[in-house]
């Protein structure tokens, strides 16, 4: 089963093929594959390293090296969307995501974030 933190819920959407290594982007190309095209398809959310962060060079022994930005973007989310850890199917779980998502709370969990100005996390979230 894919393992995402929370925050993940919402760079899974807004990912178009670049990170932080070869290996990382292998990774998260297969993951997000499933994600986005197989109906269903089920998450375990955790509120610590994930199945993206496994194969990330920023992770050691389970420490990302930002991790005090990483903490702030999933605890955020979680009280943002009220989630708790453990199964939901993704799909579902991101449309309920979006359809409450505004520009104004994407900007507040995303703030710090390198890839919020130059990704298509604002217009596949909030679709715009
Ligand atoms: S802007 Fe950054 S933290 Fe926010 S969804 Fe996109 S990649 Fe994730
Ligand atoms: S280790 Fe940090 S940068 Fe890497 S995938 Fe995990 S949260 Fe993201």
Redesign the pocket.
């Known amino acids: 089963m894919i393992w995402l933190r929370p925050?993940?819920l919402?760079?899974t959407?807004?990912?178009s093929g670049k990170g932080y290594s070869t290996y990382f982007v292998d990774n998260m190309n297969a993951v997000v594959h499933r994600l986005r095209h197989v109906p269903g398809e089920k998450i375990r959310l955790t509120f610590g390293p994930d199945s993206l962060c496994a194969c990330c060079p920023h992770n050691t022994d389970g420490l990302c090296d930002t991790q005090d930005k990483v903490s702030r973007?999933d605890r955020k989310t979680v009280e943002y969307f009220g989630l708790h850890e453990g199964e939901y199917v993704y799909q579902d779980l991101i449309r309920a995501i979006d359809a409450q998502m505004t520009p104004a709370m994407?900007e507040d969990?995303?703030r710090g974030?390198?890839?919020?100005p130059v990704?298509a996390?604002?217009k596949n979230?909030c679709g715009k």
């Open positions: 925050h993940y919402l760079c959407q807004g990912y973007f994407l969990i995303c974030c390198a890839w919020y990704s996390c604002k979230i």
